[in-house]
């Protein structure tokens, strides 16, 4: 059961994946302006200070390699979830998009799937079983 519990906390981060996401891109964009715009106001350069520059680059590109690392792996998350749902049948799909994903209430769902409550609990624990050993492939 705790495994279930696990994998519909994960299902309910797509939205804030998506989020995370776009202000990785945000930030990427954003660093690689900066760092253009400074290197064009660097003055030249004498061979003393040539060390000191270099370990500015490096830091920098540093800093976008850990940006576009995080992007990547926040995009591996959200491909994995999106995989789960792929294997789901409607029904039970409609129900994990609807109260994970679109955070609505259980009676949204009764009201566009006609279905009573005990009905929508089993299924969300079948989809939740099928979809777990796909979002959690390495643990």
Do not use: W
Not at 24 to 49: A, G, Q, T, V, W
Not at 59 to 83: P, T, W
């Amino acid at each position: 059961m705790k495994a279930l519990y696990k994998v519909l906390e994960e299902i309910k981060k797509y939205k804030e994946l998506l989020a995370d996401i776009r202000e990785l891109d945000f930030k990427i964009e954003e660093y690689e302006e900066n760092f253009i715009r400074d290197s064009k106001s660097m003055p030249d350069i004498k061979s003393s200070k040539t060390n000191n520059v270099k370990s500015m680059v490096q830091m920098a590109l540093e800093n976008k390699e850990n940006l576009l690392m995080q992007k990547a792996k926040k995009k591996m998350r959200l491909k994995r979830i999106d995989n789960a749902l792929s294997i789901l049948s409607d029904e039970e799909r409609d129900i994990i998009q609807i109260v994970y994903i679109d955070c609505k209430r259980y009676c949204m769902v009764q009201e566009k799937l006609n279905l009573s409550y005990q009905r929508i609990k089993q299924l969300e624990k079948q989809a939740a079983g099928k979809m777990e050993k796909y979002i959690f492939i390495n643990e």
